[in-house]
């Protein structure tokens, strides 16, 4: 199976309301610090997820595993809302509901990629490393970023 568009579209929906969360909402208000620490453990928490996908050979007594993790994953990231109850605008929580919405698919579409890896498919785990590979420089850049560059500023 190649990666069909039906289930690259999620990643790339997500990612691109990630970069408008990121570099339009997030910059214009500024992060305080349970942001500045618990967004790169976000991140943390899809990276788990897909390097389960990527690195643990499939097998139907492994899905619980990765279940789990999604699920973690999916309540993980609601904490920052008593936070973002205060800070955000309702174009930003707009902008947090699709990104809620999205994670689940995004992580299903992930398994389903997964499930799909012991028949051969070159271009599924392409297109998870290289999914991958995106989401640990985007950790990367809000641990930088915010928790020292940022920091630094006046």
């Not at 990527?54 to 999916?74: E, K, N, T």
């Not at 012991?118 to 297109?127: M, Q, T, Y």
């Amino acid at each position: 199976m190649m990666v069909h568009g039906w289930l690259a579209a999620p990643f790339l929906i997500q990612g691109a309301a990630m970069l408008v969360d990121e570099f339009w909402f997030h910059r214009r208000r500024g992060l305080g610090r349970w942001e500045r620490v618990g967004h790169p453990l976000d991140t943390l928490t899809v990276l788990l997820c897909y390097a389960i996908a990527l690195f643990v050979p499939y097998s139907p007594d492994r899905l619980p595993w990765y279940a789990g993790c999604a699920i973690f994953s999916m309540l993980f990231v609601t904490k920052d809302e008593f936070v973002h109850a205060k800070a955000c605008s309702a174009e930003e929580h707009w902008l947090h509901a699709l990104l809620f919405g999205l994670h689940p698919v995004t992580l299903a579409a992930a398994a389903l990629i997964w499930m799909d890896l012991p028949s051969g498919a070159a271009a599924g785990r392409g297109f998870l490393a290289g999914t991958f590979a995106l989401v640990m420089g985007f950790g990367l850049y809000q641990v930088l970023y915010w928790n020292f560059w940022k920091a630094r500023q006046p």
